[in-house]
């Protein structure tokens, strides 16, 4: 039995060589998991939150370079491990779901056979028909009806083709699985049944959950953790509660502020001006200063330190306080 | 198909109501599937089916529902990229933009050459993906002037003049910086501004919206959503707005119109229906939805199996099998009517 987070990321920074120069894709991101536990990535596109997730999955692209730090998964860093080694990991103790639209299954196999071969492929020794039992559990898990399984993936709805995405990655039974937007293409009444079947699952196997999305509302109905990206960099940790309830980061504020809601009193939107840095040349200080209305000096000129409420931290100069959040 | 010639309307007396800018009535679209390439098409996919709606002078309708509905659908022959099958779009066009005294009434479905061409003058369309609507291979002078040189509006003094001015007025400064720029080098939400710009470049008076956010980030989506605001405001422009998000309709229209397979199921004034909804389906729609505050506990819709295709659907209420009110009256009965529940409130439904 293993105590302490089941994931633990320390100081990761990465980057990519480009033809004008390195982007610093990812700098300094630490954040712990316990069993059972979801955290939610947010953050505008190109922050670095799939980077950190390709990571995570030993699926960077050839042009990247881990420059610092570890992902301790179970005791164990990934970043240290050879290919071959990193196959016992990806996908039996760390599984992804990717977007539905992102063409995931393979469109000339039956989708249960992709799965069978998915668990054989990863030195589970089952039979024919144990292994086509196992993926009929996992379709009635995720909602699907088991004869589903021999149906050819264009067969199915966008929805069913999550659900199948979510089977595949739940077959090998890991113990973190990262959600990469897993319903951003999804109707709502299908995004909130998927939602409610990951969260299912993560309960019952006690799975800690990543999930990476822009959608603030989501973040607050199903994670425990927030964290902040912002140019690469962590800008701000902490409860979902008190994270959304109380930001004491500007981005953080400014993200939940532009985000229009269906509930409660309709509050004029606001919007984050200008838009996020070229990381290859990224702004002296805090990253964020040129769109931030509270920068001063100090902000252009040194990176902020953490500033600590209860639970929660964020890398800020002037962080809110409770009274001047714009929360709710 | 019968020609009709447009008419114009003169109204002298000033502050008489010429009537809404669009009445739609009876509109119905069938898309035929075939089974098999060379065999005759045997059943139809009812896109939209005998829909009927007004759309007033300055006001913003949204159209929402899940894929499939028939919100697309309903946009593309409001700007007549696709022909109804049935059903008539009656436009009442101001003669001049801002003056709606004289009104030249024309149904886009009945008309073509030199009519259909001042009718684009007025009716416009932004796409969804701002990524596929460009030709990469040109500028953004070339992009946003389009619609000016198939007007024949100005030469080409007046058309660089006319675009810069535009590419302004979406956020794109100093304009000169970006006349020259090719599509690639722009974000995702830079290009929905080009997108915009080339819409609005001509002052149309309608504008046909299918959902021009959805494909860009959160902050980026806020930018366009108030700039599109501000530009209705500020030309007196119309929008059917399509989305399959009911948080942003609620944001950018004045009423919200809800679709199940090819129907209208209900419409009202925007936050009447957020707040009064009284078809099931929009019920759960909305109760579907995320909502951003850690502590509410949100309980699940009430809404039965998954969403189908409107594939030769029969003749009963179309929400019949999905909805968690229905009676043997409901199964029994054609489609419900729309009735007006309360002023403005429609609704089709026998249990509502």
Redesign the interface.
Known sequence: MITGPVLKVDDLSLTYQIRQGEVRAVQDVSFELARGQSLGLVGESGCGKSSVANCLMGLLPDNARVTRGQVILEGHDLLQLNEEELRKYRWRRIAMVFQAAMNVLDPVYRVGQQIVEAIEAHGFDLSDAEARERVADLFRRVGLEPQLMDRYPHEFSGGMRQRAVIAMALSCDPSVIIADEPTTALDVIIQDRILRELKSIQNDRDMAVIYITHDIAVVAEVTDLVAVMYAGRLVELGPTAEVLGSPLHPYTSGLMSSFPSVSGEKRPLTVLSGEPPNLVNPPSGCPFHPRCESATEQCRSEFPPRALRNDHWAACWHPLDKTNSTAG | MELRLTETQTHPEVGEDPGPLVEVSGLTKRFPVSKGFFRKPTSFIHAVDAVSFTLGRGESLGMVG??GCGKTTIGKLLVRLLDPDEGQMLYRIAEEAGDASAVSVVDPATISGKEMRDFRRNVQMIFQDPYESMNPRRTLFDIISEPLSVQKIGNLMERIERTAEMLSLVGLTPASDFLLRHPHEL???QRQRVAIARALVIRPQFVVADEPTSML???????I??LMQQLARDFGISYLYVT?????A??MCDRIAVMYLGKIVELAET?EL?RNPLHPYTR???S?????????R?A??D?RG??TRSLDPPARCRFYDRCPIATDNCLNSPHPETEEKSPGHLVACYEA
């Open positions: 899940e894929s974000s995702g939400g980030d959160v902050s980026s989506r806020t930018g959503m108030l399959h998000d009911l948080a942003v609620r944001y936050e957020l759960a729609l909305l579907a939805v995320p909502v951003p505050d850690p502590g509410h949100r699940p819709p809404i998954d969403l």
